[in-house]
């Protein structure tokens, strides 16, 4: 079955601590891999995506074939940072349609 | 400018009504998605479009039904509203380019339904 699994409903850490939202997902073949974000009374947008390897607001995320993970990574979070992150699969030759974790709310303290 | 538009953002209404959700993009994508998303979970697709009279279902059951007559038009309808159906309906689009890079999925602002 193909599913996304996000383990935490809730991260609260403190301003310039490291980060991490994890982020498993069971899926046959080889998928695509998004983290979506959406801040506080803003819509859900794209952060970023396995396939170009980018650094996105110094967000970072690696595919892990062997442990089935796309764990989202920031060194220092930063206040603006809270929001809720969810990740995505998106399965392969399937164009378009996402098949969603539940989302992690992540909490900035200052 | 280029967007998602959903209305009405917030919806109460009365069991056995009718109602339909709006949905329009003017991105000129084929590709639109409706997601279901009840509180805590997560979304789920329950309907899709890769073009104008082109619909099918989602993964998540749906007694709603949808209809692609534009472009850039994405309606969803409740033929008769039910407190079961109370949760928040986003509209999405996509562009496929053949680039697989170019697979970013845009969200409207979502309608909350509340059925009483």
């Known amino acids: 079955a193909q599913r996304v699994t996000q383990p935490e409903k809730l991260l609260s850490v403190f301003k310039g601590a490291p980060v991490e939202l994890k982020c498993n997902y069971s899926?046959?073949?080889?998928?695509?891999l998004f983290w979506y974000v959406q801040y506080s009374r803003q819509r859900l947008q794209l952060l970023l995506r396995h396939i170009s390897r980018e650094s996105i607001k110094g967000f970072t995320a690696d595919l892990n074939k062997g442990e089935t993970s796309f764990h989202l990574k920031k060194p220092f979070a930063q206040e603006e940072d809270s929001a809720m992150y969810y990740c995505?699969?998106?399965?392969?030759?399937?164009?378009?349609?996402?098949?969603f974790g539940q989302g992690t709310t992540l909490q900035v303290k200052p | 400018e280029a967007d998602i538009y959903q209305t009405p953002r917030y919806l109460v209404i009365g069991t056995g009504k009718k109602i339909t959700l709006e949905c329009s993009q003017t991105m000129g994508h084929d590709k639109m998605y409706w997601y279901q998303q009840d509180p805590g979970m997560e979304l789920h697709l329950i309907h899709y479009s890769y073009g104008v009279n082109s619909t099918e279902k989602g993964d998540l059951s749906s007694e709603s039904t949808v209809s692609r007559i534009r472009t850039e038009h994405f309606p969803l309808t409740l033929e008769s509203a039910r407190p079961s159906h109370t949760s928040q309906y986003l509209c999405?689009?996509?562009?496929?380019?053949?680039?697989?890079?170019?697979?970013?999925?845009?969200f409207g602002q979502g309608t909350r339904l509340t059925v009483v």
């Open positions: 995505a699969l998106r399965p392969h030759g399937n164009t378009g349609k996402l098949i």
């Open positions: 999405a689009s996509s562009e496929e380019t053949g680039q697989r890079l170019n697979t970013e999925a845009f």
């Open positions: 899926y046959s073949g080889s998928p695509e």
